[in-house]
C-alpha cells in the first residue's frame, strides 16, 4: 500500500497554516463550501468541541481551530457534503469567498 500524498503544499494551497498534533502527523480541520450549505446548523450542533459555530446568518465557521479535534463528525453528518477536512485551516473562507474547488470536494481522507 502506498502512502498518501500530502497535498498541503500543492498549488494553490498554503501550508503556512499546517497544524503538527503531538505525533508529529498534520491536523486536519473543517473547510465550509459556501455554495453548498444550506445552513443547517448540524456541523455547530455536533461538534464535540464546540470548535465550529454560525454567524448572524446562519454561515458555519471554525472559530477554534484549537480545540478541533479532527473528529470529522462534522464532515460525515453533513447532509450537503458542505465540509470536507484539509490540513491547512486557512483555507477557511473569509465572509462571502468560497472554499477552493467547492463544487469538487475531492477525496475525504477516512
Known sequence: MTPK?????APGRSGGGRKETGEGKTKLVPAFSLE???????CTHFCPA???QTDKDGIPRLVDPEACTSCKLCEQLCPDFAIRMVHDPEEQPAAGRKVPNSDDPGPRDD
Not at 500524498?5 to 503544499?9: Q, R
Open 5 to 9: 500524498k500530502d497535498t498541503a503544499d
Open 36 to 42: 453548498r450549505c444550506k445552513r443547517c446548523e448540524i
Open 50 to 52: 464546540g470548535a465550529i
